[in-house]
């Protein structure tokens, strides 16, 4: 399985853009989707660069829902707009 970037959005509140960064896809499993997240990446909030990651580090993207197949990267909003009802 190739690699893919993705971008994450971390969000405070469901409309309130918190930090975003780019992650990898690194597979799924039971527990969820793994990405991994490469030292030295930008990490932004709104269009301003606050940092670089300082670690290379990994995080999980669990499967909240009862049913819900691994994480594609179409369904994100729909999973935070549920959530936020």
Do not use: N
């Not at 909240?64 to 990267?73: H, K, L, T």
């Amino acid at each position: 399985m190739a690699v893919r970037e993705v971008w994450i959005e971390r969000r405070k509140w469901p409309d309130a853009p918190h930090y975003g960064h780019p992650g990898w896809v690194l597979g799924s499993d039971e527990h969820g989707t793994w990405l991994e997240l490469r030292k030295g990446s930008p990490i932004r909030r709104a269009d301003e660069l606050v940092r670089h990651a300082e670690e290379t580090a990994a995080m999980v993207l669990a499967a909240v829902m009862a049913g819900e197949a691994p994480f594609d990267g179409s369904r994100a909003d729909a999973w935070r707009r549920q959530r936020s009802r």
